[in-house]
């Protein structure tokens, strides 16, 4: 595609309900990264894969918090159980290689969670 | 404490006009350095990127400069547009060894409102 989409663009789910989050990296693209952005706080990494290695979980805020990669292309970030400090903007991020740390990351529109 | 800070939180200047906007990071080491521009409702998009030894990068109207022995960088938006209304973010990229994720720090941006 011709650049990172995300779906849905808004969800409103209740408190306690799971919720899944789609996204559709850049074709070609192996790193994927999910972030979450709060209000008034800056971009905060959840969730890395490169290639077929182990994904790097290190930012997932609590085990509620999973994320798959199918085929190494659409990722999908699951939240369970889901509390209203969950209630944010999910973005989700590709580029052509993690292994550089100069490659530019193309963000998607993201997903704007609301848990009431 | 916010290993990315940036200043001013807000700011608003007249069409045509010039501004500054600042970052002062805390990260060491670091690999490079980024300006994304995030317009509301949509994912960051990158504007310059500077690795350490660079001091000064152009995009357009657009220029970034970077002093690594005090640890600030900063945007200078010139000739300002209606179009550049939006949050302008700092990013900083550790320099991580042996293959580690290529993590970002985000600061929490600079919200700029351009008035005609």
């Known amino acids: 595609g011709a650049g990172v989409s995300q779906s849905p663009s808004n969800k409103v789910t209740e408190k306690g309900k799971d919720v899944e989050l789609r996204c559709d990296p850049i074709?070609?693209?192996?790193?994927l990264y999910w972030y979450r952005q709060s209000l008034g706080q800056g971009l905060e990494f959840l969730i890395y894969?490169?290639?077929?290695?182990?994904?790097?979980k290190s930012g997932l805020p609590s085990d509620r918090f999973s994320a798959e990669r199918t085929g190494g292309s659409v990722s999908t970030l699951t939240i369970q159980r889901t509390q209203q400090e969950d209630s944010a903007v999910y973005l989700c991020?590709?580029?052509?290689?993690?292994?550089?740390?100069?490659?530019?990351?193309?963000f998607g529109p993201g997903t704007r969670l609301t848990v009431l | 404490k916010n290993q990315v800070e940036q200043s001013p939180q807000s700011l608003i200047i007249l069409e045509g006009k010039n501004c500054t906007l600042q970052?002062?990071?805390?990260?060491?080491?670091?690999?490079?350095l980024r300006w994304y521009k995030q317009d509301t409702g949509r994912g960051p998009v990158s504007l310059t990127i500077?690795?350490?030894?660079?001091n000064t990068k152009s995009n357009g109207r657009y220029t970034a400069t970077l002093d690594a022995d005090t640890k600030q960088s900063s945007l200078h938006i010139t000739a300002s547009q209606l179009s550049d209304s939006a949050s302008y973010i700092c990013?900083?990229?550790?320099?991580?060894?042996?293959?580690?994720?290529?993590?970002?720090?985000f600061g929490t941006g600079t919200l700029l409102a351009v008035q005609p």
């Open positions: 991020a590709s580029s052509s290689s993690g292994t550089s740390s100069y490659n530019e990351q193309f």
């Open positions: 074709s070609g693209h192996t790193a």
């Open positions: 894969f490169q290639g077929n290695s182990a994904p790097d």
């Open positions: 970052c002062n990071y805390t990260v060491s080491p670091f690999s490079n």
């Open positions: 500077m690795t350490f030894s660079e």
């Open positions: 990013v900083v990229s550790p320099r991580y060894y042996g293959g580690a994720t290529n993590k970002l720090i």
